[in-house]
């Protein structure tokens, strides 16, 4: 997909905040310094539309980013960041949780994982409750430009098995520094946009 158009329209933490066209939505889930900002700056073909940072924690709220005036990139606070208070960390999972359980438009929820390591237990947690939902997932393992090539089929047997994916469930290989992945992952959204 060619991205002409891409903003931040709204940064949420309540339903009554949610925009109200009713357009598709793609939610990014991971694990806090996953790569989510970055993927989703690589997909669009801009910089720092979404802010990245080298330090974890930094998106507190829903970020809903409009592409292409067609769908929604939803940006979700990072899971297992430990220098965030427990009640604000509940106060997140709350807000994100009620997200992914009543929005109609979610079409899809694209959840990162290191690929360079074995799943988190957090990793693994989100994956199951997802499942649980019956949630539809694309797993990305990020930062493939950190590994050999030759070694992308290891590890992605580690997540596979780590996070007992459902065989259904896809698993896609990027790298937002060297862009490996790209078109994968853009084919795998393009069914939840139209």
Known sequence: ????????????????????????????????????????????????????????????TLNFYLINELFYFVDLPGYGYARVS??????????????????????????????????????IAMYQWLKYYDLPVIVVGTKADKIPRGKWELHKKQLKTGLELVSTDKLLTFSAVKGYGFDEVWKELMPYIN
């Open 86 to 123: 427990k009640a604000e960390r509940s106060r997140w999972a709350k807000f994100i949780e009620e997200y992914l359980m009543v929005r109609e438009q979610l079409g899809v929820v694209v959840m990162l994982t290191d690929l360079r390591h074995p799943p988190t237990k957090d990793d």
């Open 1 to 60: 997909m060619k991205v002409n158009q891409a903003e931040l329209k709204i940064s949420a933490v309540a339903i009554s905040q949610y925009p109200e066209d009713k357009l598709p939505e793609i939610a990014l889930v991971g694990r806090s310094n996953v790569g989510k900002s970055s993927l989703i700056n690589r997909l669009i073909g801009r910089k720092s539309l979404v802010r990245t940072s080298s330090n974890p924690g930094k998106t507190q």
